[in-house]
Each structure stands twice: as C-alpha cells, then as structure tokens.
C-alpha cells in the first residue's frame, strides 16, 4: 500500500501501487480527490463538503440521493436508508460526530455497448461538524469477470 496525501496534508489514504491521481489525467475540482485502479477499473472519489445542516438520517438521504444518479440506484439506496437499522454508522478516530456507509448496485452500459454491466457502489458520509464539513467518499467496484482475481482497497488516516 501508498500512502497519498490529501487536501494539503490534512488527511490521507493508503492505496494500491497500481492507484492512479486521476488529477494527473484530468481536471478535477478542487474539493475533490479522485484515484483509479490502472487494472480493476475501480475508482474512489473523496469530496469534501460544506456541512449539511439537516440531522444525520436527513443529512444520508439527501447525499445518497442526487439527481444524477439512475433511478434504479436511487431507490436501492433510499430503501436502505429508510430504516435506522440499515444505516451502518461508525467513528473516526474521535474526530468524526458519525458516519454512515452504504452500497449499492447500478447497471450501466459502457460507451456505445448494448449490455449492461453491473457495478457496486459504497458510499460514505463522514460528519465533522466542528469544522462545518462532510466528507463524502464514493467507491466505485465494476463487478466483470476479468476484475474478480484483483481488487482496491484503501484506509483513511486522519
């Protein structure tokens, strides 16, 4: 594993070797930080965010549900979010009020193919209202048969 330095040194993340700054291939905003796998075709983006101001189970909802998002993943994930018992909710090392996690699958057509490729998607939202921030990290895990063998996994270092 890498560690990468995010936001000026403020946090970090362990990578896979293979991990590519997607910055370094295009432009990216700059509250976001964006890695791919060069092999999976996994990726995850890290987003800092002005702090939500709604309740932590509002707060889920209106993150996981934006408007550019399919509707099939849409519901999937509003359905796991309408109960408490399905949001997964976690510390940070201390400095987190909460977090929450929670997957779900689209299925999507890559450039001008006909079928459908499924993908799983896990979302995190990190609450750190003492800096009227969320961070907001996205994981996105193409699920084709040649990515089986390998696979990204990452830990945040705060």
Known sequence: MVQKILYGG???VLLPPESVDVSELRQIPDNQEV???SFTEQSIIIEILE?????DEEA???VYSPGDISQNLLIY??????KKSDII??????KSKSAFCLHG???????????KHTLNLWMGLIRLPQYQSDIIVTFNDPQEERYVQQSLSFEFVF
């Open 10 to 12: 403020n946090m970090s």
């Open 60 to 62: 889920v909802r209106l």
């Open 77 to 82: 994930l509003l359905g796991r979010t309408s």
């Open 105 to 115: 699958q689209q299925y999507v057509s890559k450039f001008n193919e006909t079928s």
């Open 89 to 94: 909710t976690m510390q940070i090392k201390q």
């Open 35 to 37: 890695f791919a796998h």
């Open 51 to 55: 702090l939500i101001p709604e309740e």
